[in-house]
């Protein structure tokens, strides 16, 4: 008689004893279904012991091993427990969350006949490479062993390239290739292109909008050595890879690599601990990398790798700053961005006017009285849909019908104010009837089939004016694109969050690039009524570096990130005196185990305090040393457990937040 030690998907930081009969074989890494509570759940093994901490009568036994899978490799299992000690989360839910939603069921999809077979047509050819693309892949050509790259390259230099020459120099070798992409939107075109370069390799794409069955048997695939190239998202770092060779993080500095529920790590971050764990160079791309990244660059942590030139086009577009301080906009747009749409029509070239807010409007409001349409649930404004007459939070998902007349004392005058992509749309086509308009943002790309037709009308030349948020911003090459319009761009500058400025200028340097990305050359105008902002300025002169030294110097003299370490505890309840109460309580037992490396500050209710009926409040913990702060967070996390709580409130520990 054995002890297994198994690690389950409940929200405890503790693992639990059972008895099994003697192993045969090695059972650490199965899967196995164990009686818990009245039910029973799928857990994972992680030891094998002679005797437990618990009482034998208390130990029992185990239900099933799930036999037709191997055991996980030790080093999957070591990624587990680093995320689960790092973000402070419960081993359990970690290793549940890293497997694909059919294994957690304990359910195994049916397997292929055989593997596809290769040859799915004649290889891509390769592009000619530029004197900057050759010095890269020589540099990462040369590494043996962990090193963490930063391909810090223009929009149009030709990156993608660069991973591809990479990855094909590691499947030469025998070994698999594992490539992050920040959205799904982004994977479908990407996985066109890796499989014209490779027709002979075996492709896996792994990201939320693949099927359960072909998820998991992926997941399988890439387990069992069969899959040469992982294609995915954020979840996708999660795969098992015996044949590992190369990471590629694209688009390294977006948000979208962080996860913002359950376990919330970061997937750039959690890659970097991979490839230093499989000892294995990581490529981590971006035109407007993260600041810690460039910093680290700047420091020797990671090698700078630079693109200063576009792959195609003969030059960067021009970038202008139209100053609107002066200016009547009409419908949004001054003179000069109007005159620009003209030329591009007249010349049979596309156009992209950027406006980050869906909908048509931000609110709806009564000018008599001063009803505004608020969120019953959240501490936010119901938007205007006019397009199928609805009210919607884009927060919690809450939509009304649009009122006829005010709803608390009946005025027949309500107005929609502000203003978003649909109503910048009817604008353009009242102004431009002979134009094509096409909008594209999360209401009209609601699914994978409408963001690829959409996609292909634009490829084919069927739009002349698009209206885009920014899932327009990145990633993409509209060869006809000449014009980019920014409006709107001015609410950021102000923001609270001190990484809104990187934001901001990350989005408009990707939005600019498309522009101009072929043989015709692009250009770009940037509507502000704050035409000498600094920020402004660099995009002008497409100086990332000045910008990104510019904010590090103010960070550092500010404590924050990357001179600085951060973890926030973030409570929600009915009530926000509940939320705050349980923080001061939480930030009692802080004081007694913080010490002079780490400081605590204050509960405060969040920006956006109320968020689907529940009230939110957080408490910010900071240390200028990272070994400190996780010492800290370790012991912390354990007492937090032991705290007495209402029934209705929720907490979690967030470290690294993007999001303050």
Same mark, same amino acid.
């Given at each position: ?164 020459? @990479? ?324 609410? @950021? ?70 001179? @600085? ?96």
């Amino acid at each position: 008689m054995s002890i297994v030690r198994v690690a389950l998907d409940v929200p405890l930081p503790r693992l639990f004893d059972y008895r099994a009969e003697d192993p045969a074989g090695d059972w650490v890494g199965r899967l196995v279904r164990v009686p818990f509570g009245s039910g029973e759940k799928l857990g994972l093994i992680l030891q094998v012991l002679d005797q437990s901490d618990q009482p034998p009568e208390k130990l029992r036994p185990i239900h099933s091993l799930l036999t037709e899978l191997p055991p996980l490799p030790a080093d999957w299992i070591a990624l587990c427990e680093f995320c689960a000690r790092y973000y402070q989360h419960p081993l359990g839910e970690v290793s549940s969350f890293a497997l694909p939603p059919l294994l957690r069921r304990g359910k195994l999809p049916k397997r292929r006949l055989a593997r596809p077979q290769p040859g799915r047509g004649d290889q891509e050819a390769s592009p000619p490479l530029t004197t900057e693309q050759q010095v890269a892949l020589m540099a990462i050509g040369q590494t043996r062993g962990f090193e963490a790259f930063l391909l810090h390259g223009v929009t149009g230099s030709g990156k993608t390239e660069v991973y591809l020459r @990479a990855i094909e120099a590691v499947l030469a070798q025998g070994c698999q290739a594992l490539m992050l992409v920040p959205e799904i939107a982004l994977t479908p075109q990407l996985e066109g292109r890796v499989a014209a370069r490779f027709p002979d390799a075996h492709i896996v794409s792994a990201h939320s909008g693949v099927a359960d069955a072909a998820r998991a048997r992926g997941f399988l695939e890439a387990f069992e050595g069969q899959a040469d190239i992982v294609l995915g998202t954020r979840l996708s770092v999660f795969m098992p890879l015996p044949r590992l060779g190369l990471i590629v993080v694209d688009e390294e500095h977006d948000a979208s690599f962080k996860q913002q529920d359950g376990l919330r790590y970061s997937a750039r971050d959690v890659a970097i601990f991979r490839a230093k764990q499989r000892d294995v160079p990581i490529l981590l791309g971006s035109a407007t990398p993260s600041l810690e990244t460039f910093h680290h660059a700047r420091t020797g942590r990671y090698r700078l790798l630079t693109l200063t030139l576009r792959a195609v086009a003969a030059a960067m577009p021009d970038v202008r700053i139209v100053d609107t301080r002066r200016e009547k906009l009409q419908d949004g747009m001054s003179q000069a961005l109007i005159a620009a749409l003209e030329l591009r029509l007249a010349r049979g070239e596309q156009s992209l006017i950027f406006l980050n807010r869906r909908g048509y409007a931000p609110v709806l409001a009564c000018t008599a009285c001063g009803w505004i349409s608020h969120c019953r649930r959240c501490a936010a404004n119901l938007v205007v849909h006019l397009a199928d007459r609805r009210l919607r939070c884009h927060h919690c998902g809450l939509e009304t019908g649009i009122p006829q007349a005010c709803p608390d004392c009946g005025n027949l005058d309500i107005h929609p104010f502000g203003r978003g992509t649909q109503r910048l749309e009817v604008a353009l086509q009242e102004r431009f009837p002979e134009a094509r308009v096409l909008r594209v943002d999360r209401d009209s790309a609601s699914s994978p089939k409408k963001w690829q037709a959409l996609l292909a009308q634009i490829h084919a030349g069927e739009a002349d004016i698009l209206v885009g948020t920014q899932m327009l911003a990145k990633g993409h090459d509209f060869p006809k694109l000449t014009l980019v319009g920014v409006v709107g761009a001015d609410a @950021a500058l102000f923001a609270a969050d001190f990484r809104a400025p990187e934001r901001l200028f990350a989005q408009l340097m990707q939005v600019g690039g498309r522009s101009g990305r072929a043989l015709l050359p692009g250009e770009v105008l940037i509507q502000s009524e704050y035409p000498d902002h600094p920020l402004y300025q660099a995009l002008a002169d497409h100086d990332y570096s000045r910008f990104a030294s510019q904010q590090l110097h103010e960070r550092e003299q500010a404590g924050f990130p990357p001179f @600085a370490h951060q973890a926030l505890l973030r409570a929600e309840a009915p009530s926000v005196d509940q939320s705050l109460a349980f923080l001061a309580a939480a930030r009692v037992e802080a004081l007694k185990l913080a010490g002079e490396a780490v400081m605590l500050y204050d509960p405060v209710p969040m920006r956006m305090v109320r968020r689907m009926s529940l009230e939110r409040a957080q408490l910010l913990v900071e240390s200028a040393s990272r070994p400190a702060l996780q010492a800290f967070l370790a012991t912390w996390s354990q007492l937090l457990y032991e705290l007495k709580t209402p029934r209705e409130l929720r907490w979690h520990l967030d470290v690294d937040p993007q999001e303050l």
